[in-house]
């Protein structure tokens, strides 16, 4: 096991506030990913695999409707994302990486074993953070390169705030990568727009910086679009948290962006960029972003 020091965030105590415990999406996801040997089994919780056993009925009839499920999804995105993150690293080999709302990602832990150079943090809410910490010390995952932290997007002028994280951990005259999986659409547009705003006049203080997202876009245009909105009220009722679909069409997020502070802003879809896998019926219902400033 390391020997690396906790960091201070270790003693806190839970906040009855803090919303961050591991939520029902977190474990489903943590699962998929385990399933699917993305993940290490530690990340795998009987909760997931509960809550993955119980959705296989609503996967199967999605599946067969839409040609696509919940699952594929998150398949779709995390492989995007992967992706463009290992060419990142081809491109600055110094690159620094910060996952927001890590939840129970192997991502950090799959890019310490084979970058073990990279300087890579992984931030969530106190709750989350903690268990996240722990887990990671079974894998024996932490040390100088790879650590946890605490960050609420939600807060400025803060210890725990996206701004101060940025400019006390990482090296400004290096890039600095961020990435956020699973997290905008939780948000209203106004809400995450404000955070993208203030993460890019951040990311201007670094000699590159660069963002990589999920959306999931509206999908009032899809042939299934009432079948989409069954299974995003269950959602909403499953994970007891609010689910906004943003933008309608890449133009109209490229601009949103662009006007955030990112000008460089490139989308991908992954029924056109992984041309392994059966595309969705009627059409992709996530994409993934990849700013640059």
């Not at 995105?77 to 939840?103: F, K, N, T």
């Not at 906004?244 to 890449?250: A, C, I, V, Y």
């Not at 041309?275 to 219902?285: E, H, I, N, R, W």
């Amino acid at each position: 096991m390391s020997t690396y020091p906790s960091p201070d965030f270790i003693d806190r105590p839970m906040n009855n506030k803090d919303t961050s415990s591991i939520s029902f999406t977190a474990h489903y996801t943590g699962y998929v990913w385990y399933k699917n040997r993305l993940s290490n089994t530690v990340f795998a919780t009987k909760q997931g695999y509960a809550y993955y056993q119980l959705l296989r009925p609503i996967e199967q009839l999605a599946k067969r409707f839409i040609g696509s499920d919940i699952k594929t999804t998150l398949l779709q995105r995390h492989q995007l994302i992967d992706r463009e993150l290992v060419s990142l690293i081809q491109q600055h080999p110094d690159l620094q990486i910060l996952e927001l709302a890590c939840g129970l990602s192997p991502r950090g832990w799959r890019i310490h074993k084979k970058y073990p150079y990279i300087h890579y943090i992984e931030a969530d809410l106190t709750g989350m953070a903690q268990q996240k910490h722990a887990l990671l010390q079974k894998v024996d995952s932490l040390d100088s390169k790879h650590k946890v932290s605490i960050c609420n997007i939600l807060t400025e002028n803060s210890p725990d705030s996206l701004e101060s994280l940025l400019l006390r951990e990482f090296d400004q005259n290096k890039p600095v990568l961020v990435i956020t999986e699973g997290l905008v659409n939780y948000f209203t547009l106004a809400e995450i727009g404000t955070f993208w705003i203030r993460m890019a006049k951040t990311l201007h203080k670094f000699s590159a910086g660069f963002y990589l997202t999920d959306v999931y876009p509206k999908v009032t245009q899809h042939r299934f679009y009432h079948w989409i909105e069954f299974a995003n009220k269950t959602l909403k009722l499953s994970s007891r948290s609010s689910f906004s679909m943003h933008f309608e069409h890449q133009q109209e997020a490229k601009e949103f962006f662009q006007v955030c502070g990112f000008p460089q802003v490139n989308i991908f879809n992954p029924d056109e960029e992984l041309s392994d896998k059966p595309k969705t019926k009627g059409g992709a219902l996530v994409w993934v972003i990849r700013t640059e400033i």
